[in-house]
């Protein structure tokens, strides 16, 4: 009686690990799974201003700081 007691606790701890591990395995699969549904790209943001000129003022700036402080 005592052996098949040892037997049946060695079955019972591999059961457990593969339990523990098809849990494991199923909780990592659900939370990397995406939808089926189709994904929806949304439109680009675009800016109303335009900055094209903000180079040539910091520029124009600089020349002028060079300019006053090489006299």
Same mark, same amino acid.
């Given at each position: 009686m005592a052996k098949s007691h040892v037997t049946w606790l060695k079955l019972e701890k $591999?059961? $457990? $690990?593969? +339990?523990?591990? @098809? @849990?494991?395995? +199923? @909780? @990592?699969?659900? +939370?990397s799974a995406g939808s089926m549904a189709t994904p929806e790209m949304e439109e680009p943001v675009v800016s109303a201003s335009s900055s094209s000129g903000t180079p040539m003022l910091i520029l124009l700036a600089l020349l002028i700081a060079i300019g006053v402080s090489a006299k």
């Open positions: $591999k059961m $457990k $690990k593969i +339990l523990l591990a @098809a @849990a494991f395995s +199923l @909780a @990592a699969t659900s +939370l």
